[in-house]
C-alpha cells in the first residue's frame, strides 16, 4: 500500500479570477481507494479534468508512476492508465450499449486503426464487450439505443465504460447520483469488488457519507478548490471541515 | 461471399436493396441495355459520382467533417493522369504513373491540412479547405502554361481504350467490342472497386471509431481515441479516393479542365448528391449520384417533351422550357429535402 501510482503538486487552475483548484498537492498509493469530499463548486470535478486532462493546469503538475503527465493529451494519459467515469452522463447516445462497450474494449486493444477486416468478424471484442455488460448487470439492455434508456441504465452504462477500459487509476465522478435504490448498491458492489484488487487504484467523488464510510481507505476533503482534510475516513468524517462545511449540507438534504 | 463483399453492410430495406441492384445491373450491363454514345457516357459519370459521392460521405456522413476540397483532390487526379499522359507520352504506363501520382499528392495535401486545422474546430477546417480549394483552382486558371488554364488539356490514352481499337470485327448484340467498351468497363470496376474499399472501410474498427467521434468526440477521446488523428485518416483515404476517381474520369473523357474536376459547381453538386442520397449510409451515395447524374442529363430532354406536348397552353411551357431544367433539379431537392430529410436510404430504411 506504499508505493505511490499518482501525485499531484500544487495543481492549480484558475478560471478567470475564480480559483476552481488551488495548489493541491497529494500523493494516491496503489491498491488504496481515496473518496474526495466537498460541497457543491468545491472543485472536484475540476481536479479530476485536471488528472485525466480535459483542461490543463494554471500551475502545478500531474504525476503518474514518477512521470510528469501534465502536457499530455486525454487519449495519452488513457493510454498511461488513467481512466475517467463522468459525472454528467458522456456517452455515444445513438449506438447500442454494446457498441458503447466494444469501443472501448477496442480501444483498449488498440483496434482502432484497423481498416480493413469488418468490425463485426472481431468476435474476440463483442465477447469481451458482453462480459462486461454481464458484470455490469447490463446484458439485458445489450442491443438497446443507449438515448432510449432510462437515466439510471445510462449511469450504469457509464460506469461500464470505465470498467470495460480497465484502467491504473479509475476515477468515479459520483457514480450512483441519479440512481435508483436498487441500482446504486449494483454500482457500489462493483467498485468493492475492483477494490479487493490491490493493483488498481481507485479515486471516488461521493456524497454519501455512510457509503464512503465503509468503502474507503482514506477520505480528502476539498473546499473551495483547497485541500481541507485528509485522513482515515473515520478522522475526517469527525473533524471540524467536514462537520461544518459538509455534513451540514448533507444534513440538510436529508 | 457477397455479405463479404458489401462488409457485411446490408441495404436492410426490401426496397432499397431492389434499387441498388436494378441499379447494379443498369451500370454492369449499360453499353448493351442502353447503347448510344450519350447514355453510356452518362452510366460512366454515375460510376464515377458514386465514386466520388462515397469517399465525400465517409468525411461528411461518417466523420463528421465538412470539407469544401474535394473537387480539388477529384481534380488532382484527373490532371495527374492528363499531365502524365502528356509528358510521358500516351500509354498505360502513363495511366498508372498520373493516377498515383495524383491519389498521393491528394492524400500529401489531405494530411497536411488535416492536421493544422482538424485539431482546431470543424468549421476551422471547412474554411481552409474553401481557401485552398479555391487557391488552387486559380492557381490551375493561371499557370495556363502546365495546366492549359481554363481551355483545360486534351490528351491521348492508350488505343485500347478508345473506339479506334477493335477487339472483334463483329458486333455482339448490336454492340462494337472496342476500346471504348473497355474503356467504360475500366470506370465500372474501378468505381465498384473503390466502392467497396469504401464500404468496407466505413464497416472496420476504424469506421466504428470515426461514427463514435462525430457522436461524442469528448468522450471518445475520454477512452483514448486521438480524434485528430481519426479524422485527419478520412480525410486522407477520402482525398486518395476522390483523386482515383478523377483519373477514371480524365481516362473516360480524355480531357480535363476546370469546369469538369475543379470547378465549385461540381462541389455543390457532390453536396446535393449525398445529401438527396442519405448521409451516413453509402448505399446514399449510390442512390443520389444515380438520380442527380441522370436527371442533370436527361431532365432537359424530358422537358423539352413536355414543352412540346404542352406548347398550346398559356404561361406554363414557359417554365418547362429547358433552359429551366436547373429550376426543376432546384425543386426537386427542395422536395428531397422536405419529403426525405434522412435521404432517400434513411426514407427507405426508416422503420415502420
Ligand atoms: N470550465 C469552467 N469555466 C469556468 N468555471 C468553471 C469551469 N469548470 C468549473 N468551474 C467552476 O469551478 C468551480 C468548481 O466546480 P466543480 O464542478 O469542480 O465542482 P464540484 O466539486 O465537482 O461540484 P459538484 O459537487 O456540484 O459536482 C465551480 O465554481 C464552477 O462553477
Ligand atoms: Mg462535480
New interface residues.
Given amino acids: 500500500m506504499s508505493d505511490t501510482v499518482l501525485e499531484t503538486r500544487d495543481l492549480t487552475v484558475r478560471f478567470g479570477g475564480h480559483v476552481a483548484v488551488d495548489h493541491v498537492t497529494c500523493t494516491f498509493a496503489t491498491g488504496e481507494l481515496t473518496a474526495i469530499v466537498g460541497p457543491n463548486g468545491a472543485g472536484k470535478t475540476t481536479y479530476f479534468n485536471l488528472i ?1 486532462g ?1 483542461i490543463s493546469a494554471s500551475e502545478g503538475s500531474v504525476h503518474l508512476k514518477g512521470r510528469d503527465i501534465s502536457g499530455l ?4 494519459r ?2 498511461l492508465g488513467i481512466g ?1 467515469a ?1 459525472q454528467l452522463t ?6 447500442t450499449v454494446l ?1 458503447n462497450v ?3 474494449i ?3 486493444r488498440k ?12 468476435t474476440e ?1 463483442t465477447e469481451a464487450a458482453e462480459a462486461v455488460l454481464e458484470r455490469t448487470n447490463l446484458a439485458a439492455q445489450r442491443d438497446q439505443i443507449v438515448h432510449e434508456l432510462p437515466h439510471g441504465t445510462q449511469r450504469k452504462l457509464e460506469v461500464a ?1 470505465l470498467i470495460a ?1 480497465d484502467p491504473i487509476v479509475y476515477m468515479f465522478d459520483e457514480p450512483t447520483a441519479g440512481m435508483s435504490v436498487d441500482e446504486a448498491p449494483v454500482v457500489l458492489d462493483l467498485i468493492e469488488e475492483l477494490k479487493a484488487d490491490t493493483s488498481r487504484t481507485i479515486l471516488l467523488v461521493e456524497h454519501k457519507m455512510d457509503v464512503i464510510g465503509t468503502l474507503a481507505d482514506r477520505i480528502i476533503v476539498l473546499h473551495n478548490g483547497a485541500l481541507a482534510a485528509d485522513g482515515p475516513p473515520a478522522e475526517v468524517i469527525a473533524s471540524d471541515v467536514v462537520q461544518e462545511a459538509y455534513m451540514g449540507r448533507a444534513l440538510e438534504d436529508a | 461471399m457477397l455479405r ?1 463483399l458489401i ?2 453492410d446490408t441495404p436492410r430495406s426490401t426496397v432499397l436493396s431492389i434499387v441498388l441492384l436494378v441499379i447494379l445491373i443498369a451500370l454492369a450491363f449499360a453499353p448493351f441495355l442502353f447503347p448510344g454514345t450519350r447514355s453510356v457516357d452518362t452510366a460512366a459519370r454515375v460510376c464515377i459520382f458514386i465514386a466520388l459521392v462515397a469517399s465525400y460521405d465517409l468525411m461528411l456522413g461518417y466523420g463528421g467533417i465538412v470539407s469544401f476540397a474535394h473537387t480539388m483532390f477529384f481534380g488532382m487526379g484527373a490532371y495527374g493522369v492528363a499531365l502524365a499522359s502528356i509528358h510521358m507520352g500516351r500509354g498505360f504506363d502513363a495511366l498508372l504513373v498520373g493516377s498515383v501520382a495524383g491519389a498521393l499528392a491528394a492524400a500529401a495535401l489531405a494530411f497536411v491540412i488535416g492536421l493544422f486545422s482538424l485539431r482546431v474546430r470543424a468549421i476551422f477546417f471547412a474554411m481552409i479547405t474553401l481557401a485552398v480549394a479555391s487557391a488552387v483552382a486559380v492557381l490551375v486558371s493561371q499557370l495556363s502554361s502546365i495546366t492549359g488554364g481554363e481551355d483545360g488539356l486534351n490528351y491521348k490514352i492508350p488505343r485500347a481504350l478508345t473506339s479506334a481499337h477493335k477487339f472483334m470485327d463483329d458486333k455482339l448484340f448490336g454492340v462494337r467490342i472496342n476500346g471504348k467498351l473497355a474503356n467504360y468497363y475500366l470506370v465500372f470496376f474501378g468505381s465498384l472497386i473503390l466502392f467497396l474499399i469504401l464500404l ?2 466505413v ?7 470515426l ?2 467521434i462525430r ?2 468526440d ?9 480524434a485528430v488523428y ?1 479524422r485527419t ?1 478520412a480525410t486522407c ?1 477520402s482525398a486518395t479516393v476522390a483523386a482515383l476517381a478523377g483519373s477514371l474520369y480524365a481516362i473516360w473523357l480524355r480531357y480535363v479542365g476546370p469546369d469538369t474536376t475543379l470547378s465549385f459547381e461540381i462541389m455543390i453538386d457532390i453536396l446535393l448528391m449525398v445529401v438527396i442520397g442519405g448521409m451516413g449510409t453509402l448505399y446514399g451515395a449510390v442512390i443520389g449520384a444515380t438520380i442527380f447524374v441522370v436527371a442533370q442529363n436527361y431532365l432537359q430532354n424530358l422537358m423539352g417533351i413536355a414543352e412540346a406536348a404542352l406548347g398550346d397552353l398559356p404561361v406554363i411551357p414557359l417554365f418547362l422550357n429547358p433552359d429551366r431544367w436547373l429550376l426543376w433539379l432546384g425543386v426537386l431537392f427542395v422536395l428531397s429535402v422536405y419529403f426525405f430529410p434522412t435521404g432517400v436510404v434513411g426514407r427507405l430504411r426508416r422503420r415502420v
Avoid: C, W
Fill in positions: 485525466s480535459q493529451p486525454v487519449p495519452e488513457v493510454d475517467r463522468f458522456n456517452l455515444f447516445p445513438n449506438l457498441e466494444r469501443l472501448v477496442q480501444s483498449k483496434k482502432g486503426f484497423n481498416l480493413l477486416t469488418m468490425a463485426a468478424s472481431h471484442l465504460l477500459l | 463479404r462488409s457485411g468496407r472501410i464497416n472496420s474498427p476504424f469506421g466504428r471509431v461514427q463514435a457522436e461524442n469528448f468522450r471518445a477521446e475520454a477512452i483514448g481515441y486521438r481519426y485518416s483515404i
